[in-house]
């Protein structure tokens, strides 16, 4: 199956800036997808990474303060822009090939303070 | 929208102990997915179940897709304390290949 590595693994930011975490899938894969896990939850998702165009977003979460790229089949980002304390979250990187089904990248664990 | 309520929401076992967690939705599912997430990590995959009915294992995992197609269980056997952790089950929506998950299944083990 599909491995994905995902960074930075961890980060700690001030209130304010922006955060741009990164995710290599080892394999060309149909979809990419972003989770959020908060604290002591589940996970949600955040959009889907399109390749070539902008990504589709879930209900709740906007392009300015998450955008995403895609620009080809291994290759995806998500930015946590003007970040607050609510975005401290561990944020997941997911690939889906039908062959492989899904796979998940570790996580960003992220701390705005 | 398509929930998953997953129960239940924490378990405290002692070491050699069976496990049971379930899943249940008011929506059909075409596939279960069973997760486990230790700390510091993202999930990774146990168990996915297919097909209505469908009783698979993997190790002393055991898994059922349940006939309605709106629920599922997990088991886990003879439980070690490296079964610490947190499981979910989760399900793509529709057609778009979106996974939905459950709250999840904090699991401790006492050796």
């Known amino acids: 199956s599909a491995v994905i590595s995902q960074k930075p693994s961890r980060d700690i930011c001030q209130r304010g800036t922006s955060l741009t975490i990164q995710c290599q899938v080892d394999?060309?894969?149909?979809?990419m997808f972003w989770y959020r896990q908060q604290p002591g939850q589940s996970l949600t998702l955040i959009a889907t990474?399109?390749?070539?165009?902008?990504?589709?977003?879930e209900s709740g979460f906007v392009i300015d303060k998450f955008p995403i790229s895609r620009p080809n089949l291994t290759f995806s980002t998500l930015t946590v822009s003007n970040m607050s304390p609510e975005d401290s979250s561990i944020y997941l990187c997911s690939a889906y090939e039908p062959t492989d089904g899904y796979t998940f990248g570790s996580g960003t664990r992220l701390t705005v303070v | 929208g398509q929930q998953l309520n997953q129960s239940p929401q924490s378990m405290f076992i002692q070491e050699g102990e069976d496990v049971s967690m379930n899943c249940t939705s008011s929506s059909i599912f075409n596939t279960w997915l069973w997760y486990k997430q230790d700390p510091g990590e993202g999930p990774v995959l146990l168990i996915a179940l297919y097909k209505a009915g469908e009783l698979t294992s993997n190790g002393r995992l055991t898994a059922q897709f349940g006939i309605t197609r709106k629920d599922s269980f997990l088991n886990i056997s003879a439980s070690i304390p490296s079964d610490v952790g947190i499981y979910f089950c989760?399900?793509?929506?529709?057609?778009?290949?979106?996974?939905?998950f459950g709250k999840g299944t904090l699991l401790t083990v006492n050796p």
């Open positions: 989760a399900g793509p929506r529709g057609s778009n290949y979106k996974l939905t």
């Open positions: 990474a399109n390749q070539g165009s902008e990504a589709t977003y």
């Open positions: 394999s060309q894969v149909t979809m």
